[in-house]
């Protein structure tokens, strides 16, 4: 989400307070071209919604937002030689990749398939990350966008642990040290979990998506493409409700998070998280108002088994 001057930035803090090794993780999509078609066309399924609030979308856009892993990226990289560079959506092309392991760095990237882990296996990656379906936030599918192809973590886990001789790392509902051993019983080297630190004290998640976490509603969630263009799964609200969580107008990803925008931000600045995405997984119940070294430590806590 960072462009190429505030990636140094938070580069610059970062290695002013640590020489410890970090992990950066990019999107690498496909760039898509703004179509002004699909572009009215969501517009006019919003426009309800922009007349309850009275507000003008704006300009449609005239460039996507969030950007894919690019040459620029990896200049501003280099001098840093993060250790650990993790991907989502696939991996970038085969130069940037070796641009990238020619620092050193490992490389990660996420499968939702048994056929995908192959295939970042087979192009370079070091670790696969297993993501099942009660994961939260973006799936990271790439090689086919066919939701009904997802299975469960502890489904997907063994199965990619078979299929491939690199470092397999489980994602997806994964909230507590039970479930952390049992990822590790079904041949993951490590874990990865999103959802149970969105209420640690360091999290910028915002305050309706904090009451929204905290309350039954985070019972619900769903895959949805109407934030961002490609399915995510989050807490259900009321435009996933009203509009259906998958809906075929929604413009490619990223371009749909445009004319939200500011119907998410009006509604925010009046307590409601009705159009934001409330990005969370399935199993919400290790979220924790504590520090993220805290949650950590439990969740790496053999002694509790
Ligand atoms: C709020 C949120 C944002 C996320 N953003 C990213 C991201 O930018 N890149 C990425 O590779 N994965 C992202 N993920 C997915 C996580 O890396 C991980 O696969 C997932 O959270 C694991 O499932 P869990 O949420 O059930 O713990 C995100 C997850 C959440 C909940």
């Not at 090794?21 to 426009?47: D, G, K, M, T, V």
């Not at 099942?132 to 990271?140: N, S, Y």
């Not at 929204?212 to 409700?241: E, H, Q």
């Amino acid at each position: 989400m960072l462009d190429a001057e505030s990636l140094r930035e938070e580069l610059q803090t970062i290695a002013g307070l640590t020489s410890a090794p970090i992990n950066l993780n990019f999107f690498c999509h496909a760039q898509p071209e703004p179509c002004r078609e699909w572009e009215l066309r969501w517009r006019r399924l919003l426009s309800p919604y922009f007349a309850e609030y009275g507000i003008d979308p704006g300009p449609p856009p005239s460039a996507a937002g969030r950007r894919p892993f690019s040459v620029e990226m990896a200049d501003q990289l280099e001098e840093f030689r993060p250790a650990v560079i993790s991907f989502h959506f696939g991996l970038p092309s085969a130069e940037l990749l070796a641009r990238v392991r020619g620092w050193g760095a490992k490389v990660l990237s996420t499968a939702t398939t048994v056929e995908e882990a192959r295939w970042l296996e087979a192009h370079g990656a070091d670790a696969v990350i297993a993501q099942g379906l009660e994961a939260g936030g973006h799936r990271g599918h790439f090689l086919a966008d066919d939701l009904s192809a997802q299975m469960g973590t502890f489904a997907l886990l063994p199965e990619i642990a078979r299929a491939v001789r690199i470092p397999v790392i489980a994602a997806g509902g994964i909230a507590d040290a039970q479930g952390v051993a049992a990822a590790m019983a079904l041949g993951a080297a490590g874990v990865q979990i999103g959802t149970a630190y969105l209420l640690c004290d360091e999290a910028t998640t915002s305050a309706v998506h904090r009451a929204a976490l905290k309350s039954d509603a985070a019972n619900a969630t769903a895959l949805t493409n109407l934030y961002s263009g490609r399915p995510a799964r989050g807490i259900v609200n009321r435009l996933m409700r009203e509009l259906g969580p998958i809906h075929e107008s929604v413009p490619s990803f990223p371009l749909a998070a445009a004319a939200i925008a500011a119907l998410r931000s009006k509604a925010e600045s009046l307590g409601s998280g009705d159009f934001s995405p409330l990005w969370a997984g399935q199993n919400v119940s290790g979220c924790k108002e504590v520090s993220a070294a805290q949650l950590t430590r439990e969740l790496a806590c053999a002694c509790k088994l």
